[in-house]
Antibody, heavy 118, light 110 residues
Framework: QVQLVQSGAEMKEPGASVKVSCKAS????????IHWVRQVPGQGFEWMGW????????NYAPKFQDYVTMTMDTSISTAYMEVNRLRSDDAAVYYC???????????WGQGTTVTVSS | QSALTQPASVSGSPGQSIAISCTGT?????????VSWYQQHPGKAPKLIIS???NRASGVSDRFSGSKSGNTASLTISGLQAEDEAYYYC??????????FGGGTKLTVL
């Protein structure tokens, strides 16, 4: 079955970077974009951007353009999302989500909790 | 990006029907049919239940249905069951090529 499996929880200090991985299985990784979405505890979801695994093209939400980087490694069907210069308000659960190829999102990873604290 | 507007909470008794609204703008819900709904139980990842306004995801009960009128989309759950108690989020594609989510609605089954 289609699955997205993310890396484990991270605890970082303010100003550091964190890189979250998302390993896809059960479908052709290069066939569908991967979105990254975050959820601040007790709040809703915020779309961060997507990456096209077939070539690496990206589309970032303006808010994240300057400090988030999305990459992928097609040889291991894995997408990555790196947040640089972490601040306390970057503490959230980060999800990778598969695009349906029709402007919807269907399969979600299990989420990766990122804690930012000194 | 401004979030889509959902009621903070709704409730209903088992067997009843409820509707959750999701209000957007002329740049998202009113312009496109790319509206999805997700169910999230506490501590779990969201699960797709409706895409493209009305299409139920594979394996989702036909008690769940979606609709849209103008800039407002709605999720209706009929024959409420205890396991429907969860948070529900809407999502829409936008003309500026971004996606936006609703703030979420907590459904309580009384």
């Amino acid at each position: 079955q289609v699955q997205l499996v993310q890396s484990g929880a991270e605890m970082k200090e303010p100003g550091a970077s964190v890189k979250v991985s998302c390993k896809a299985s059960g479908y052709t990784f290069t066939g569908q974009n991967i979105h990254w979405v975050r959820q601040v505890p007790g709040q809703g979801f915020e779309w961060m951007g997507w990456i096209n695994p077939n070539g690496g093209r990206t589309n970032y939400a303006p808010k994240f353009q300057d400090y988030v980087t999305m990459t992928m490694d097609t040889s291991i069907s894995t997408a990555y999302m790196e947040v640089n210069r972490l601040r306390s308000d970057d503490a959230a659960v980060y999800y990778c989500v598969r695009d349906t190829r029709n402007y919807n999102m269907d399969v979600w990873g299990q989420g990766t909790t990122v804690t930012v604290s000194s | 990006q401004s979030a889509l507007t959902q009621p903070a909470s709704v409730s209903g008794s088992p067997g009843q029907s409820i509707a959750i609204s999701c209000t957007g703008t002329s740049s998202d819900i009113d312009f496109y049919t790319y509206v999805s709904w997700y169910q999230q139980h506490p501590g779990k990842a969201p699960k797709l239940i409706i895409s493209d306004v009305t299409n139920r995801a594979s394996g989702v009960s036909d008690r769940f249905s979606g609709s849209k009128s103008g800039n407002t989309a709605s999720l209706t759950i009929s024959g409420l069951q205890a396991e429907d108690e969860a948070y529900y989020y809407c999502n829409s594609y936008r003309r500026d090529t971004s996606w936006v989510f609703g703030g979420g609605t907590k459904l309580t089954v009384l």
